[in-house]
């Protein structure tokens, strides 16, 4: 506040040698309230011999009072690339061995200021003896660097938990800072976001935190709404990191709920899972299920043991199996239902409408009528209610082109009658010659 005053104090006698009397300030948002209201007052009538040049690059922190009576400039942030050519140069000039991965390195976190890119070189390079790699400023500023940041994306791709917490320990004990490893970790999320939304155009917007080619390999993994899921829980502990008594305690925990979406119940994170089921059914990566694989046939030479005494049993009930249902659907189209149907009903029902394998509920079309099979009783009386059956009515006929009647069908229900009974009757019938059945 003083050096303000005095500033103003002196700021109104007229130049004797010059014309204007210009004043700049440097980081001018450091600046205590107090010393902003002693400016205000020659910012408000300033001579007209006078000008102030205010730099800052937090401008949300200058007071509106200051910035209205003011004239902005915003300058542009440089390119990484003219970063790097200019650090190279006073690598140079300085004598200072400069390795182009580490310039690279330098320039992508100087975000676009020079002067920052500047500082980092002259902190690494004090603190480093002969050259200065990129290893080595990952060394001397505390962070992971590309390939670590790279390789904790592909466990968590992977959904491998332990790997993913093993190389975060191993991080942690080498004296990686928290913060600016869960930054790394936003950045290359928002590079894969923006790969998802952009498309090849994205590369030219990606911020360097991983190559560009496994970048590209990652974002084949991730669907757009586990992508944001992803930001908001990394953004949700940065923030919290102020506050925390437990940093590492904080960031192992948006791991592990990073690696196990399915531990996160809310809406934000079913949704993400849906997401990415629904990208991989339109790109065709669902994994089918193996088929068991058949016993492989005796040799002919080899002496097969002799049959039982009662092969000619009539089947158990377990081996014959049960007929599958005919189902008249296109392809996609339970999927594309579920989705419609998603958004006209609310929870806890649109939850039963996954469309995934083991949904507890699946969608059998034979002619105009839908069977919605459900895997247990309580599902089937959820679903057993005439406005939802509407509902899913109205969007399958929408979809067929033609009036279709959707029904309950609980799967868990006994069936009616004597099924072993059933089972000796059929045998009977196929082995008439040996098997006199009494009507």
Known sequence: VDNVRDLRDDAIYTPSQVKMRVYII???????????????????????????????????????????????FSFRRISQEDIAARLQYVAYQENIDLDDGAARVLARLADGGMRDGLSLLDQCASATVGELTAERVYACLGIAGERKCGELMGYIAAHDTRKALELFNRLYAEGKD??????????????????????????????????DQETLALGKTFGSGELVRMMERIEETTAAFTRSSSRRMDAELCLVELCQPELNTDVTALNARLTRLEEQWKTGAVAAPQKAAKPAAPAEDEELPPPPDDGDAPPEEGETPAPKPQNDAPAGFWLELCGGVRKELKPPVTGFFAGTANAPVQGVLTGDRLELQCTNAFTAQMLDKPEILEVVSRKAGAMLGRPAQAIVVDLSAKPKGNPRMEQLMRF???HADIVKIKE
């Open 26 to 72: 440097d980081e001018v948002h450091m600046l205590s309230i107090s010393a902003f209201n002693a400016l205000l007052k020659i910012i408000e009538e300033p001579p007209e011999h006078l000008l102030f040049i205010l730099a800052t690059t937090e401008l949300h922190k200058v007071p509106a009072t200051i910035l209205s009576r003011c004239q902005r």
């Open 178 to 211: 928290l913060g600016a490893l869960l930054d790394e970790l936003a950045c290359l999320t928002r590079d894969l976001l923006v790969l998802k939304t952009a498309g090849n155009a994205g590369i030219t917007m990606l911020s360097g935190v991983a190559s």
């Open 428 to 430: 009977g019938r196929e």
